[in-house]
């Protein structure tokens, strides 16, 4: 069995899963599962916009510059294991890793992640893009190997897409070490 047609197969059936589409009575009001709206009048990504917020996000992870920001909703959400693990807060998705944009912008300011992301595949769909990347950096120049899925909503006022929400996940251990420190499995002296 091939590795990557099989990952590519489970992450288009993920963002499948994540993305179905509750069509109210009006197709102006589209509302995804998570409760986002589709933006205006039942209108979808289509690849340029999806490609703008991809390699925005990329620029907001791996060299942060405040003006990326334009691209956040004001109640914009990120929800991490990955990083709720070295930053204290609960692993079971009951807290965001950052509750709205003035968050994440005030975290990135102060301490911006600056990760040398490659992504490695990235999809979309109405209101979603998924991006699997790498980054290698830091002490143990381990991979550090993610995914991110970000919900999308259209903005009327503004007349361009923004990122409202960003799931995402990669190997903690790898970044752990990447950024000096240690771990012990379990089970080991």
């Known amino acids: 069995m091939h590795l990557l047609p099989t990952l590519t197969l489970l992450t288009t059936t993920l963002t ?7 069509l109210p009575s009006s197709q102006s009001d589209l509302i995804d599962a998570r409760g ?7 209108k979808c990504l289509c690849e340029e916009d999806a490609n703008t917020l991809r390699d925005a996000y990329v620029r907001m992870i791996s060299n942060w510059n ?3 920001a334009k691209y956040l909703t004001e109640d914009f959400k990120d929800t991490s294991g990955s990083i709720n693990i070295l930053i204290g807060k609960p692993l079971d ?16 300011t102060v301490m911006p992640d600056n990760l040398p992301l490659r992504v490695t595949f990235s ?13 290698t950096f830091g002490v143990a120049q381990k991979a550090v190997r993610g995914i991110a899925v970000a919900g999308a909503v259209y903005d009327k006022k503004k007349k361009m897409w923004l990122i409202k929400s960003v799931d995402v996940e990669w190997n903690s251990m790898a970044y752990l070490l990447d ?7 379990p089970g080991q002296p």
């Open 16 to 22: 499948a899963l994540t993305t179905a589409v509750a």
């Open 179 to 185: 950024i000096g420190g240690s771990y012990k499995l």
């Open 66 to 68: 405040p003006a990326d």
């Open 123 to 135: 999809t979309y769909n109405c209101n979603y893009i998924t991006v699997i990347w790498t980054a």
């Open 93 to 108: 998705g009951s807290v965001p890793t950052f509750a709205n944009k003035a968050e994440f912008v005030e975290h990135m």
């Open 36 to 42: 986002f709206k589709g933006g205006d009048d039942g």
